[in-house]
């Protein structure tokens, strides 16, 4: 058992700046002031601790006090990614029998269009009930859950990963045992709050008395300024991100007060990485999902340019360790499934205890990924989760997206697979075999765009003859990754 974070956190430095947004300073009083208002709300519509609330929010002062009332109260908070679709939200809902949504009033006709069998609230109507005398915890048991969020599978329907009080502790213990904790540490935070990228940060926040400086969304003119005038020392981002920061940048460089850009998403490109040190901007690359609470390995800048590509080493109370395919270790630079325990990883997936026992096996996790440790122990991640594609830090799982091309009825066979962006990172693409019936390009971009999130629309269509599957007819996107390169190659000449 630990105390109340927040109600810990405010009796210990009630006056220390704990959140900046948009002009507007709280203390973590205040915070505290503010979230303990929350949780008297959060009795008058039915929830109670053990509750269940779903909320669909963005990056707003107010989200980050409704996500700390929720905790405060004991009620595990289902974070939706508010740039899903009302079908991908409607199915998470009831998966997770949630009694309860909060949702922001600029997703109202995102909501209108849900079907989710809870009671749903807006934030602007959850602000003007009345409260009741709040209910908060005294003391967080470390193996409770507080947070679930959802996670595409590589096959199928999304998975919620349950996240406990101690996977939070945990993460944010490991990140500081990594990165140091410095009285003057401010996080500058871009990243939607609804990812564990987001949200890790307002838990380090309260963990460690640090002020997070909170953006409603990504603006390179707007993150310099900011690390500039509130003397920003720490920032989450993925390349794209920082390609922008650092073009922004020009000839300038960031304060010597700046001391890291934490990078999640996949390894940075060498010229990246180049100019961030030309511009002495420490950059610290990460492997981390949300299974494991946020980061769980990470390299640090020392070692960017000599360890190119890798991920780093497994934070202070983490383990790692390559396996084959018969569970046994393979030897240091051979390639195999990347094993991950330590007290930040998951007790497993919500309502799917099929999934987790095949999952978690004797406490380690088999996270899906390839990759191999060098003689030194550095990971190299080389294939995430199989055919995982990275689209400005979103992941994008090609069989959520083959599952709505195939719904049509003009497909024979469909697949999908990421082609390199200079904006994105990557960004899917699907090969398309058409039956007699027959579809059009237009046709099936309509179908997606009202099953899928924007990010998740293919960029492209190609229609071919036949796909490339294997004796058990699994479909081997590496071929269609090799016809992509044959089929730009062509273009180029």
Known sequence: MMPNWLKKRADLSPDREALIFEGHTYTFKEVFDKAEEVAGKLETVGLKEGSTAAVLLSNQAESVFILYGLQMAGIKAVILNNRLTAEELSWQLKDCGAQVLVYEARFTDKVGSIDSGCKIISTDEFGHLEGSVPVILGEYDLDDVTTIMYTSGTTGNPKGVLQTYGNHWWSAAASALNLGLHDKDKWLCTVPIFHISGYSILMRSQIYGMPVVLHSGFDEKQVIEDIRNHQVTVMSVVSTMLRRIVSELRDVKLPASFRCMLLGGGPAPLPLLEACLEKDIPVFQTYGMTETSSQFATLSPEYSIERLGSAGKALFPNQIRIADADGMDVQPGGEG????????????????????????????????????????????????????????????????????????????????????????????????????????????LQLCEEKLAKYKLPKKIFFVESLPRNAAKKLLRRRLRERLEAERNSNEH
């Open 337 to 444: 499934e990347i094993l991950v325990k330590g007290p930040n990883v998951t007790i497993g997936y919500l309502n799917r205890a099929d999934e987790t026992a095949g999952k978690i096996r004797e406490g380690w996790l088999h996270t899906g990924d390839i990759g191999y440790l060098d003689q030194d122990g550095f990971l190299y991640v080389l294939d995430r989760r199989s055919d995982l594609i990275i689209s400005g830090g979103e992941n994008i799982y090609p069989a959520e997206i083959e599952g709505v091309l195939l719904s049509h009825p003009g497909v024979a066979d469909a697949g999908v697979i990421g082609m390199s962006d200079e904006q994105w990172g990557q960004v899917p693409v699907a090969f398309i075999v058409k039956n007699d019936q027959g579809v059009s390009e237009e046709q099936l």
